[in-house]
């Protein structure tokens, strides 16, 4: 037995059985869902309960973040657009055309945090204006849909994952 075919059994090459692609997956979610449009959850809850300097640091943060933000999308918007699409589009045909696993991880991966950019473009135009419990519902609700494009994309990918699984088989 060769080198290359001893470290492919201790190391299964294959992306939706490889347990770094889950735990990437949900390191992913969570870090998205935990910083709403830059600024920490924890932060925001602490200035929904406590306001005073934690409720002035979210203020400031997501003016900060949202500015940025609007900034980007206005002035590259498109071309980050285009890119992305074109990536995405050559992800999908890879993956679910030619039937190359790894381009599909990356597509399950890519897709939603693409959408998820979408949403925060929108917040932060939403949010331009908007201070205390305002600005910490609308972050609330920013979150909320994070999450629940979490939760739809997380369970998608594990459908997927497992009717690879279950359709190449063990090797």
């Known amino acids: 037995m060769d080198f290359y075919a001893r470290v492919s059994e201790v190391i299964d090459l294959r992306s939706f059985s490889n347990l770094w692609f889950w735990i990437a997956l949900a390191v992913m979610w ?3 869902s935990h910083w709403v449009i830059g600024v920490p ?3 925001v809850q602490r200035a929904r ?3 005073g300097a934690a409720g002035e640091d979210v203020n400031q943060l997501s003016r900060i973040y949202a500015g940025r933000l609007r900034h980007i999308g206005t002035s590259a918007g498109l071309w980050i657009v285009a890119i992305g699409a074109f990536l995405l589009t ?3 045909l890879l993956g679910f ?3 190359i696993e790894f381009a599909q991880a990356l597509f399950c991966l890519g897709f939603p945090m693409m959408l998820v950019g979408g949403l925060s473009l929108r917040t932060a135009f939403r949010i331009e204006d908007l201070s205390g419990r305002e600005l910490y519902r609308a972050l609330a ?3 909320r849909q994070v999450q629940g494009l979490g939760v739809v ?5 594990a459908l997927w994952g497992m009717y690879q699984n279950l359709r190449i088989g063990v090797l």
């Open 153 to 157: 994309s997380i369970f998608v990918t």
């Open 30 to 32: 969570s870090t998205a």
């Open 97 to 99: 055309r030619y039937g």
């Open 90 to 92: 050559t992800l999908g």
């Open 141 to 143: 609700a920013h979150r």
């Open 41 to 43: 959850w924890d932060l």
């Open 49 to 51: 309960r406590r306001g």
